[in-house]
């Protein structure tokens, strides 16, 4: 399957859907040493070729920005007290403007598929609301599952290149529905 990189707005942070979490799990804001388990599960969803390339990243990106990571970071916590699933709620610019950004969402491959991401991405949505109007992010065809998802709760597709129309079709295609 081609990767093609895709942009998707959310027009809104109005009617976000409620998702629960399975028994058994958490949600948690970041803390303090929190760096490593983010680091440690987009490592393991192959966002980064290595932990230690996923720490570069931290420190880069949101090291600076702690206070503000602690109101923005979530963590999905399994039945043992392990964080096994990451999205911030972040900021970005689209088009010029400043707003509120989904920022990888990622669950570890052993426990996907037990309906995280939504109760995820739903306190996300939340956590965004709080501080913006509207919210993007960026993902990309090879994760087509996450981009049904994201469709479903309200984001849409940015047409901001030729490839992202092909992107689109295609995504269309493997979801079954027109886009």
């Known amino acids: 399957m081609p990767y093609i ?4 707005l959310r027009p809104n942070l109005l009617d976000i859907p409620e ?9 948690r804001t970041f803390r303090s040493g929190d760096e490593e388990h983010w680091a440690r599960i987009e490592h393991a969803v192959d966002e980064f070729k290595s932990t230690e390339a996923a720490m570069r990243r931290f420190r880069e990106e949101f090291a600076p920005h702690l206070a503000e990571m602690e109101k923005r970071c979530l963590f999905v916590i399994d039945e043992h007290g392990s964080p096994i699933g990451t999205t911030t709620a972040w900021h970005g610019m689209l088009d010029g403007s ?15 598929g037990k309906k995280l ?11 965004l609301a709080q501080f913006h109007d509207k919210a993007y992010l960026t993902t990309q065809t090879t994760s087509y599952k996450a981009v049904g998802m994201y469709l479903n709760y309200g984001f849409e597709p940015v047409m901001q290149t030729p490839e992202c129309t092909e992107g689109w079709k295609l995504i269309g295609q493997l979801l079954g529905k027109s886009i």
Do not use: C, D, F, N
Not at 5 to 8: G, I, Y
Not at 19 to 27: H, K, N, Q, R, V
Not at 103 to 112: F, Y
Not at 117 to 127: D, E, M, N, Q, Y
């Open 98 to 112: 400043a707003i509120g950004r989904i920022h990888w969402v990622a669950v570890v491959p052993e426990q996907q």
């Open 117 to 127: 991401s939504k109760p995820l991405l739903s306190a996300a949505l939340r956590t």
């Open 19 to 27: 998702a629960p979490l399975p028994e058994g799990y958490s949600l």
């Open 5 to 8: 990189e895709l942009t998707m």
